[in-house]
C-alpha cells in the first residue's frame, strides 16, 4: 500500500451500534449500546481513524511527526497508519531517559512499523508547542519540513473528522459517552450530535485542564462552542496509563458478559464510569446511553 489516501484502507464506517443486554442498566430502567469505533480498521481503531485521516491527507505524502508519551496508543496508531499508506513517520517520545532502555511492547510495535523514535527530556516535551522549540525538535529529529500531527492527534483537522462520531449517533441516544485524553474526540462529537442529545466525557488523565481544552479545539475547529457536554473527571483510576486492580476485574467481567474486547487505559474507564453513574442514579429511566469504544486492546 502506497497511496497517502487514507480511504484506501477501506474504513468501516459509519461503525456499527450494538445493544448488549445489561441487568446493571436494565434495573434502573436505562437503555445501553455500543459505538464500535473499535471496528472501523483492524489497525486504526476508533477515534485514532477519525482523528488521523484527515490529518493523514493533509500530509500528502510527507513525513509525519507527531508526540505521545512510552504507552501512547497515538503513537502506535501513527505507525501503523505510517506502514499501511507508505509514509515515513517519526515519534518524538517523552522521556529522554528511555532512550537507553530497552523498548516497551508498544514502542517496539512502533519501531516495527517503521517509525522513527526521537526521545527528548520531559522539560523539552512540555514545551513542544512553542514554535522555537518545536523547530528545535524537528532539527534534532531530523525532520524538518514535515508534516506536524500534535500529541494525541488532536486539532482543528481532528475534530472536523470527530464531528461525524455525532452525526452517525443523531436520533440514536439520549447521552453518548466517551473517554478523553486530549479532548479532541469530545470536542468533534458534541458539535455532531443533534440539539437535544448530550455528550459526556470520561477523562482518563488527573488535572482537571480538559475543559479548557475543549473549548479551545471547538473554537480551533468551528469557531465557537457547538453542542452540549460535560466532563466526569472521578475515574482516571491515578492517572494516563495508570490501572488497578478493581478496574481490570471490571473489564475482565464486562469481555464475559459481552464478548467485547475492553481496551484498558480509555475503555474500560468509560464503562466502569458509565455503571458507577447509573447505579449513582444519574440517568433518568427511559435514558438511552451510547458508549463509544474508542480502540481494541493491545496485543502486545
Not at 41 to 59: D, M
Not at 136 to 152: K, N, S
Not at 159 to 171: I, K, P, T
Not at 230 to 251: I, Q, V
Request: glycine content about 12%.
Amino acid at each position: 500500500m502506497t497511496s497517502a489516501d487514507p480511504t484506501a484502507l477501506c474504513p468501516r464506517l459509519p461503525s456499527p451500534v450494538q445493544e448488549p443486554a445489561d441487568e446493571r442498566f436494565t434495573r434502573h430502567g436505562v437503555r445501553l449500546a455500543l459505538k464500535r469505533d473499535d471496528l472501523i480498521h483492524p489497525e486504526l481503531t476508533g477515534n485514532k481513524w477519525r482523528k488521523l485521516a484527515p490529518n493523514l491527507a493533509a500530509a500528502a505524502g510527507r513525513t509525519v511527526v507527531t508526540f505521545g508519551g512510552a504507552y501512547s496508543n497515538h503513537l502506535r496508531a501513527t505507525a501503523a497508519a505510517g506502514r499501511l499508506l507508505g509514509l515515513p513517520t517519526v515519534g518524538v517520545v517523552r522521556g529522554q531517559e528511555l532512550a537507553d532502555r530497552p523498548l516497551n511492547p508498544s514502542l517496539a510495535r512502533c519501531v516495527a512499523d517503521g517509525m522513527r523514535l526521537h526521545f527528548v527530556d520531559r522539560s523539552t516535551y512540555r514545551r513542544k508547542t512553542e514554535p522555537q522549540t518545536l523547530a528545535a525538535v524537528l532539527r534534532a529529529a531530523g525532520a524538518e519540513g514535515a508534516y506536524v500531527v500534535p500529541e494525541g492527534g488532536s486539532n482543528a483537522l481532528a475534530v472536523r473528522g470527530c464531528r461525524a462520531l455525532g452525526e452517525e449517533l443523531r436520533g440514536r441516544a439520549d447521552v453518548v459517552a466517551v473517554a478523553c485524553g486530549t479532548g479532541g474526540t469530545l470536542a468533534g462529537l458534541a458539535a455532531g450530535l443533534d440539539p437535544g442529545q448530550r455528550a459526556l466525557g470520561i477523562p482518563v488523565l488527573k488535572g482537571g485542564f480538559l475543559a479548557d481544552d475543549v473549548r479551545a479545539l471547538q473554537r480551533e475547529a468551528f469557531g465557537g462552542p457547538r453542542g452540549r457536554w460535560r466532563l466526569d473527571e472521578r475515574f482516571h483510576f491515578g492517572g494516563y496509563a495508570r490501572t488497578t486492580p478493581e478496574l481490570n476485574a471490571f473489564a475482565e467481567d464486562f469481555e464475559e458478559r459481552h464478548g467485547v474486547p475492553v481496551e484498558r487505559l480509555y475503555v474500560a474507564k468509560l464503562l466502569y464510569g458509565l455503571v458507577a453513574s447509573v447505579r449513582e442514579g444519574a440517568f433518568g429511566a427511559g435514558t438511552t446511553v451510547v458508549a463509544v469504544i474508542t480502540g481494541a486492546p493491545f496485543a502486545g
